[in-house]
């Protein structure tokens, strides 16, 4: 009977092939990968989104295979799987006389707890390591973010990581172009005559994946077409997709990274965000060929667009799991505005009269993905106007979206979407009447509503639901230096004006369902 002495599990988000685990393959290891119940099912996922894990899951399995290391795979249709970490490490434990347990650092708080849980529960030493994806490490996240519930600022945070990684800066440490941010060059919307051309969709066939996802009766959310399932699943398809956006989608990038248009789904995004989350790529290989891009050929790649791409990653993106790891478990409860409702069913299917709303739903039903802007200002703007209880939309947002891990996804709903954490993420609410989303996207044209109309018939209804915000959070937002602007706006209106204002919008937060 074959013997190992160490068990390394390996969770469906750490699809990390350059990490020291793999330097060198040896004999007394066993690699472990299993597809589970307790991970398919703590809400319900978009099918795209269990069909795109256990698709990389398995190639990387294969992959790391061929490349000597011993793989144990446990599919979600296999006898022996008890669906759960704990009891199936425990029988390969029995099997393979394993003596120690090794695992990654989880990203999921709830994931941490259990694995925090193992040494007692198996009785045995196990040892936690560094996924070592991250570019703050596990133990820096409290030098950077050292209390609970205060406030924190992106900006100072990216600028400390421009420093820190040496990111487009000119000999003497600055900033180059002088600026940190160029984000005032980067809200245009789609010109009329502009010639889309960006990177292209590589279809592959996941049928029987699919088939097996159906058979186990996990039960998802959205839709699939199987002969063409477009996220990478692989490192070097990864790899060929982060090549591909530098050369055709990073020259728009930052210049129409807030457009929204009805011509084309991802625009001039990368798509990267599978393939970083499960850690396929490594943020540093995808901010360095974005940065040589620019060194390289400054005038196509200027820096409005590299650096508003850089930011993202290096920025908000490690920002928001330093708040994560900082801020859990209260962040998943807070709930500023002591928001109750309801998400409305055509969360599920689209059908709203709303274009906005109706397009990015439909989308995302349809293609697991929105991209940033429509996921803030359509979709969460309209739930927090509409005064949407945190959970529910959090749930949908962890449900819907390929990309959708918690610790990224909870701190961009709950904070910096629905600030429901009172400003620990945003400094102030993303909120916006239809005036915004007219002026970044084609939306409005084609809408039942009118987005110039505030009261009345067809009158757009995040127009009224905005001053409806503004006027029942008046003393929440008093202090707030970012909203004295249209509080006071608020305060001069007529009131004859703001009661038909406010009249509107509670008919229409008392018809959602209808919107
Ligand atoms: P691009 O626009 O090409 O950006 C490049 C990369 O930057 C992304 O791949 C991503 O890794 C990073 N990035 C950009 N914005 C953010 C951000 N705000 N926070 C963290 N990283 C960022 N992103 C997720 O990865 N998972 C989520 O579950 C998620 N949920 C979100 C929920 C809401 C309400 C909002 C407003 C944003 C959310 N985001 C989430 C951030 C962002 O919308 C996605 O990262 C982006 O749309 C992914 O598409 P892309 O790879 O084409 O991004
Ligand atoms: C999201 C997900 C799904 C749907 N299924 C699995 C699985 O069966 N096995 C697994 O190891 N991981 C899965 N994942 C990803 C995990 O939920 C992820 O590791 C945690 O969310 C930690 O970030
Ligand atoms: Fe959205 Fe209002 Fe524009 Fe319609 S009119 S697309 S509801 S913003």
Request: neutral net charge; proline residues 3%.
């Amino acid at each position: 009977m074959r013997t190992f002495s160490s068990l390394r599990l390996i969770l469906g988000d750490q699809l990390n092939s350059q990490h020291s685990w793999f330097k060198k393959a040896d004999d007394n290891t066993l690699f472990v990968m299993m597809e589970v119940r307790s991970e398919t099912d703590y809400v319900k996922h978009h099918v795209q989104k269990v069909v795109g894990i256990f698709n990389a899951m398995r190639n990387f399995s294969a992959t790391m295979s061929e490349k000597g290391f011993h793989f144990y795979y446990i599919k979600i249709n296999d006898s022996d799987n008890q669906h759960a970490f704990l009891s199936n490490i425990s029988a390969l434990i029995h099997r393979f006389q394993i003596q120690e347990v090794h695992y990654q650092q989880p990203d999921e708080y709830r994931l941490a707890v259990e694995m925090n849980q193992l040494q007692k529960e198996l009785g045995l030493p196990v040892f936690k390591h560094e996924t070592e994806h991250f570019l703050v490490e596990t133990d820096e996240i409290a030098s950077f973010f050292p209390k609970k519930g205060k406030s924190y600022l992106m900006e100072a945070f990216y600028r400390k990581m421009r420093l820190k990684y040496n990111i487009l800066l000119d000999g003497s440490k600055k900033p180059l172009g002088g600026k940190w941010n160029f984000d005032q060059e980067n809200r245009k919307k789609v010109p009329s005559q502009h010639h889309i051309f960006t990177t292209s969709l590589h279809f592959k066939n996941v049928t029987n994946l699919l088939t097996e996802i159906q058979t186990a009766g996990i039960e998802t959310i959205g839709e699939i077409n199987p002969t063409q399932f477009s996220w990478t699943t692989t490192r070097e398809e990864a790899l060929d997709l982060l090549s591909e956006f530098v050369d055709k989608a990073l020259p728009y990038f930052g210049t129409l990274q807030d457009a929204m248009t009805k011509q084309h789904w991802y625009l001039y995004h990368s798509r990267l965000s599978f393939a970083l989350n499960t850690k396929m790529l490594h943020p540093l290989e995808v901010i360095t060929a974005v940065e040589k891009a620019h060194f390289n050929d400054p005038e196509t790649y200027s820096l409005n667009q590299v650096e508003g791409f850089i930011r993202q990653i290096l920025g908000w993106r490690e920002f928001m799991r330093g708040i994560y790891w900082s801020q859990m478990p209260e962040f998943a409860s807070l709930n500023f505005f002591n928001h109750q409702r309801k998400l409305p069913s055509w969360f599920w299917t689209g059908k709203t009269k709303m274009n906005c709303l109706h397009l990015s739903i439909k989308q995302s039903l349809s293609l697991s993905y929105a991209h940033h802007i429509q996921r803030l200002m359509i979709t969460g703007n309209f739930c927090l106007l509409a005064g949407i209880h945190p959970d529910e939309v959090d749930d949908w947002y962890l449900g819907i979206y390929v990309d959708a891990f918690e610790w990224v996804e909870i701190t961009n709903t709950r904070g910096m979407s629905q600030f429901a954490d009172g400003g620990i993420v945003g400094s102030k609410p993303y909120v916006s009447s239809a005036s915004y989303i007219h002026k970044m996207s084609d939306y409005c044209g084609t809408c039942h509503y009118k987005h110039d109309k505030k009261t009345g018939e067809n009158a757009c209804p995040f127009n009224t639901l905005y001053w409806h915000f503004i006027d029942k959070n008046v003393e929440k937002l008093a202090n707030n230096p970012r909203m004295s602007m249209m509080i006071n706006l608020w305060k001069k209106t007529e009131n004859e004006q703001q009661n038909a204002f406010l009249r509107q919008a509670e008919y229409y937060i008392t018809n959602l369902e209808n919107l």
